[in-house]
């Protein structure tokens, strides 16, 4: 009951509806008082760890544009460095970092990394040091994404509903080809194709030329009866 008196004043409506059918005392919901909060529910510590967390992802935010890496584009890796506190307060939320970061792997430390290239920024109790090297597992899951994201595109241009699959048919240089080769079912998945094939000539009720990082693509899709 207290989640519908929360909900009321930004969706009075479902509140209202939800509140009637939980048996609500009173004829409405926004007659009822605003429910009391419970001093003992607030954690300090987590609220700290979030605020670090969020600084963290700013700076990483930042330096990607720097660098002129794109965020769709997974990171090797963060390495947080502190203090015992700093670095238990990061890990606390060690798996939101890596999910809002695009992280591939968060590590902790109490000194510097020895490892040559990588960039370091403080972020208040601590620094962090960013892995931009690209691997070819970095480079082969990016241009996954880069497709995902075109196609996509492409399924909203053509007004297709989210249930409705179709077929892909995609031109693109032989060392991208080979690169997604291993995301091809990942791809197909998140567009809903139920064909997903590379060829010369691609057709379809709707092709287009993408440029993806100097890459030309050209993406032929149509829908799977």
């Known amino acids: 009951m207290s989640t519908a008196l929360t909900l009321a004043p930004v969706c009075p409506h479902i509140a209202e509806e939800v509140y009637l059918h939980m048996g609500g005392g009173l004829d409405s919901v926004h007659m009822e008082d605003w429910p009391s909060w419970d001093e ?13 967390i969020q600084d963290i992802v700013e700076i990483i935010a930042a330096e990607r544009q720097k660098m002129g890496s794109k965020l769709r584009w997974p990171l090797k890796s963060v390495t947080i460095c502190g203090d015992e506190t700093t670095v238990d307060s990061v ?7 890596a999910q809002q970061g695009n992280i591939k792997s968060v590590e902790y430390t109490g ?15 601590g620094d ?35 249930e409705d699959y179709i ?3 995609i031109k693109a240089e032989e ?3 080979r690169s997604v080769s291993t995301w091809k079912e990942h791809i197909s998945g998140e567009v809903r194709s139920k064909k997903l094939i ?24 149509s829908i799977s009866v």
């Open 40 to 52: 003992g529910l607030i954690r300090d510590d987590l609220e700290y760890s979030m605020k670090l």
């Open 167 to 169: 077929n892909c048919e």
């Open 91 to 97: 890990g606390v939320f060690g798996a939101v970092l």
């Open 111 to 125: 000194e510097a990394p020895g490892k040559k290239g990588l960039v370091a920024v403080s972020f208040g109790p």
């Open 198 to 221: 590379f060829t010369d000539n691609p057709g379809g009720e709707s092709v287009k030329a993408w440029d993806v990082s100097g890459k030309e693509i050209v993406i032929g899709i």
């Open 175 to 177: 060392d991208l080809e």
């Open 128 to 162: 962090v040091f960013v892995d931009f090297e690209v691997t070819p597992e970095i480079e082969s899951e990016g241009y996954a994404r880069e497709l995902i994201r075109r196609i996509q595109q492409m399924r909203k241009d053509m007004k297709l509903d989210v």
